[in-house]
């Protein structure tokens, strides 16, 4: 198991454990984190899966898919480097505890 710790903007954390291969949005509505909706059920047409990528872990990651890249343009809160769709990162061993920040808002 991977650990995924999702970082609310007021601060309160909550750390789940992942299997490879899982999305980092589906972790995230499966137990409950708050702020991660993923309307679009993972198909990269929503954004409401935006997260914010701890900046060491973004070498873990893939590249963006432009699909992706252009999803985050219509995002409600600001994109950073770091930003992400969650439903677009999947979990490796190398990402175990990884820290994923939840934007103040989706909509």
Known sequence: MVRIIYQQADGEALEVNASV???IMQIAVDHGVDGILGRCGG???CGTCHVYVDTPWLETLGEMCPEEDAMLEGVP???LSNSRLG???RVSAAMDGMVITVPV???
Do not use: D, M, T
Request: charged fraction near 25%.
């Open 77 to 79: 809160v600001e994109r």
């Open 43 to 45: 198909f990269c047409q």
């Open 87 to 89: 439903c677009q990162v």
């Open 105 to 107: 808002c989706q909509e």
């Open 21 to 23: 291969g899982e999305n």
